[in-house]
Each structure stands twice: as C-alpha cells, then as structure tokens.
C-alpha cells in the first residue's frame, strides 16, 4: 500500500510545491510508483509537473466533491514520469460546497482507498492555509514533511502547525505523525540561516532531516518550463539534494 505524504506549511512561498513536485521526481527516478496531488487551487503543482492547468476535464475538485473518481481525474506527467491528480481555480469553491456533504474531513482519505495499491508513494502539495483543503490532506496522510526556510519568521507559525497535526492526530487521524522538518533554499552564507538551522535542530532533534536543499536557481527556473527541477537540471546542486532527499523517503518508509 502507498504511503501518503503532505507536504504542509501555512506560510506562503516556502517551497511546499517545489518540495513536493522535486521529490515526486527523484522518487520516480528511482523506479518508485508516484502520484503527486495538487491540493492548492493555485495550480502550482499541477503546472510545474508539466500539465496544462486551464484544460483540465477533470480535477481534485471533482473527486472531492463526489463527482469522478481518482483514475479517473488522473493524469501522467511525460516529464517528471509520475501521475498527477490535477488542480486548478476550480478548487476554491470545493473548501465551500464540502462544508454540507458527509465526512467533509475525510473526502480525499475515502477517494484514495481505491487507488492505494497502485503507487509507493502519494505525495500531497498543500495550499497556504490552515484550511478545509489541509485538513483532508492531513486527515488522508500517514506523515507530515514541513518544508522550513531558515529565517526568523520561519519559527513562528510552526507551532500553530504542529498544534493542528497534534489535534488531527487526536480525533481524526491516528496514523498522522511529522515525518521531518526540510530546511530548503539554504544559503550557508547567511549567519541567521545557519542560526536558525541550529536552533531547529536543538528544538526538534531527529526530526530534522540531515538533507538540506540548497538555495539554486535552477530549481525556481523549471517550473517555466513544465519541468521538475530534478528533470530539467539533473546536475545542478538543487536537483541532486531532492534525489538525495527522495533515497532518504525510500529508506525512511520501510519501517513505516
Ligand atoms: P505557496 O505557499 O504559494 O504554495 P510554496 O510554499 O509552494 O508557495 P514554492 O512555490 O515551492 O513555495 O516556492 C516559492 C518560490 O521560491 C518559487 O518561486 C520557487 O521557484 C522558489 N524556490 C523554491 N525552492 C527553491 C530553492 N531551493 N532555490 C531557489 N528557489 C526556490
Ligand atoms: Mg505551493
């Protein structure tokens, strides 16, 4: 059965999306099974993974809503190798039309019990909200990767984070755990980077991955190009770091 990851944090422009499209493409490359879910109405993902987000037939809003399977909405993305569960504007009103059906939490859980043998990995980008959208990611999840940016205000905010998961893992989701903290675009230049890095450490010892994604261009430049970094520059420093992540993922589900 699949693994199912979020990748999750309610502060903006941390680098979820590159996050999750970059290690949906690394795991890929090491021949795992791989579908990335776009749960962000932004589309981000969806785009970056090489698929046109404006002609979509079917998308997450659809499965969410009770209106298409997820076989059904799924689509293969040429250039990162791994299946897409698209989204796109749509999405936004999905948060309002699910607060009347049954079971508005776990409407993406119960959509991917059909699909769970199909993949090694489901991997979840989240949108920057603490919203009706993260909850049935977290509530579909077994573990939580929190990309982090190593700067001041990176530590606030993290709490109300971990409270949520906390809670989700109380009463909706018992599998839910926090699988690590990714530090990403880290610029070992910077003293504060290099401070906060330590303190996170100090805080959340062995949930901190030793894998840190380095601050590289090549990665921000991709996604104009419908590719995942991993793809597009397979050399470059950014690229080489998410492999390297996704070998760590492979390691880590084994004794999941
Ligand atoms: P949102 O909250 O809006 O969904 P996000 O958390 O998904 O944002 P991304 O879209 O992944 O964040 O990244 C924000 C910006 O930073 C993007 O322009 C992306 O290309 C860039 N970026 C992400 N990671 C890196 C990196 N390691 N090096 C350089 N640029 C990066
Ligand atoms: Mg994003």
Redesign the pocket.
């Known amino acids: 059965m699949a693994k199912i990851f979020c ?1 999750a ?1 309610q ?11 970059n290690l949906a493409a690394g795991l890929a490359k090491l021949d795992q099974r791989v579908l990335l879910i776009d749960l ?1 109405p ?1 589309g ?2 969806t785009m ?1 993974a090489g698929i046109n987000k404006g002609e979509l037939q079917l998308s997450i809003y659809h499965v969410l809503l009770g209106l298409a399977e997820v076989s059904q909405a799924t689509l293969f993305s040429e250039n990162g190798k791994f299946h897409v569960l698209p989204a796109n504007r749509d999405l936004a009103g999905a948060e309002v039309e699910m607060v009347e059906l049954e079971n508005r939490e776990k409407r993406l859980k119960l959509a991917l019990e059909p699909v769970g043998a199909d993949y090694d990995f489901v991997l979840i ?4 909200a603490l919203s009706m959208l993260t909850l049935n990611g977290l509530c579909a999840a077994n573990g939580v990767i929190i ?1 982090m940016q190593c700067e001041y205000y990176a530590l606030e905010g993290l709490s109300d984070l971990v409270n949520t998961i906390k809670i989700v893992h109380a009463k909706l989701n018992p599998d839910l755990k926090i699988i690590g903290l990714l530090r ?3 610029d070992p230049r910077v003293t504060l980077s290099q401070q906060v890095s330590a303190q996170l450490e100090q805080h959340f010892g062995e949930k901190v991955f030793k894998i840190i ?11 104009s190009y419908g590719m995942p ?1 991993v793809i597009f520059d397979p050399t470059s420093k ?1 690229a080489q ?1 998410y492999v390297a992540f996704g070998a760590e993922m492979v390691e880590r589900i084994k004794s999941m």
């Open positions: 990748v944090n502060k903006g422009g941390v680098g979820k999306t590159t996050t999750a499209v962000d932004q981000n993902a970056g980008d989240c949108p920057p990309p990403v675009m880290f994604i380095p601050r590289n261009v090549r990665l921000a430049e991709a996604p970094g950014g770091a």
